[in-house]
């Protein structure tokens, strides 16, 4: 079943704006990661932020958690045309053993940046 | 990029014969995943593995198998291919189950086609 739910679904924006996705998830979490896909492409680790973590940043991303809301958002900060990608963030419960070791996808934002 | 192939990255077969997708890491990565990806239905696991010869359902399981007989290779064998099961499959490796420390890194995908 999905847990995170990223919204919106699709996003357009020109080349130099900023660009903020979010993630919408139900259960409590240990960790939420965040992914980007390239057309034609795997999926590519960007960040992952911990449960007792409210932001995190790595070059242009910014990552916030707030697990009160059960919610994450991701900002791009002065985009670019490389970045347009879907973007997806995926929720691990950290469970040793069994199932809840897993990651549970969300349906992704559709991202594209305009020259 | 972590050393993860998948073969082959296209095939298109008729219902009802056998399919088999591999995929082979060259990371010596414990945990190795098999994902389908839907549009509308984001990344859902099938089947994933946590050692040789040790693995398990996901949550799409049904007309799948797996087998892992090296620490390298996991095949995804589709007994008798249904026109439901045409999809972009991905492989997915990590070196911890705990998802709280390490994210998965992902193959190139294979596209399946069953007419």
């Known amino acids: 079943s999905q847990q995170g739910e990223e919204d919106p679904q699709a996003l357009s924006i020109q080349e130099g704006e900023n660009a903020t996705m979010n993630c919408s998830y139900k259960t409590s979490i240990n960790n939420l990661q965040w992914y980007r896909q390239n057309s034609g492409r795997g999926l590519v680790h960007l960040i992952l932020i911990r449960s007792n973590e409210r932001e995190k940043h790595s070059g242009r991303l910014r990552v916030t958690l707030d697990t009160s809301k059960k919610s994450s958002s991701l900002l791009i900060t002065a985009s670019r045309a490389a970045d347009t990608a879907s973007y997806f963030c995926a929720t691990g419960q950290g469970t040793y053993g069994g199932s809840q070791g897993n990651l549970i996808f969300g349906k992704g934002t559709k991202l594209s940046v305009k020259p | 990029d972590a050393g993860i192939t998948q073969s082959p990255r296209h095939k298109v077969t008729e219902t009802g014969t056998p399919v088999t997708l591999r995929c082979h890491q060259t990371?010596?990565?414990?945990?190795m995943y098999w994902y389908r990806q839907d549009p509308g239905h984001g990344l859902r696991l099938i089947h994933y593995?946590?050692?040789?010869?040790?693995?398990d359902k996901g949550e799409v399981s049904d007309g799948y198998s797996v087998s892992r007989s090296k620490t390298e290779d996991f095949l995804l064998t589709l007994e008798s291919a249904t026109s439901s099961q045409t999809s972009v499959y991905f492989c997915?490796?990590?070196?911890?189950?705990?998802?709280?420390?390490?994210?998965?890194?992902f193959g190139d995908g294979t596209r399946l086609s069953i007419l």
């Open positions: 990371e010596n990565h414990r945990y």
């Open positions: 997915a490796i990590s070196a911890d189950w705990d998802s709280s420390n390490q994210p998965q890194h």
């Open positions: 593995s946590y050692g040789v010869k040790d693995t």
